[in-house]
């Protein structure tokens, strides 16, 4: 019960705060593409960052939103499609310093939704098109593709520039060529063994 009026509170309150300046309306988390797609729906809004917990867990912090933006409609071969663009900023660990970087994630998508299997496979889909799966009710949820299309932008080893880094790049390749930790190399030991014996 408390925990539930609080939930309320802080929801009505971000929506006062960023409705009236910011114009931010929420994305709904699930959509009927074939539906949207008749309508021509063209949603601009946001996502809540923390409704998205693999990415959250990804990343050290995220923004509170993702600037989404997603067109639906049908292409010329009568396709249901429906594209756009997905923009916030995460802070991730420098893989060189350890020290927090801020990177903007930024991706562009077009799916076309399929029903099982089946109609994947036996339908012509447009190299551009990324097939995803709708549910018994023909919906998708654009909340679990938008995660993962954010989640394949993050980069493999996050790196500041090198002008930022804290770590410079002549420090990274002393380090390399540093000579005792040539010499404390048990195989190197057993080669020189081996070599007396012979
Ligand atoms: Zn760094």
Known sequence: MCVKSQFC?????????????????????????????????????????????????????????VDAEVQFEKDAQGLTVFHGHLATQ?????????????????????????????????????????????NDHGEVSLLQIFEDELLLSLPIVPLHAESECTVKQDDMSFGKIEPEQERQNPFAVLKELKRDQE
């Open 90 to 134: 995460v802070t991730l660990i420098c893989q060189r310093c350890n020290g927090e970087l801020d990177y903007p994630v930024e991706a562009e998508f077009c799916f076309t939704p399929v029903q099982g299997e089946e109609q994947e496979s036996d339908d012509i889909i447009p190299e551009a098109y990324e097939p995803v799966e709708v």
């Open 9 to 65: 509170f802080d929801r009505k309150g971000a929506t006062l705060y960023h409705a009236r300046p910011m114009q931010k309306v929420k994305l709904p988390h699930s959509v009927e593409p074939t539906k949207s797609a008749m309508k021509r729906s063209d949603y601009r809004g946001v996502i809540v960052s923390k409704d998205m917990e693999r990415l959250s867990e990804a990343v050290v912090r995220c923004n509170d939103y």
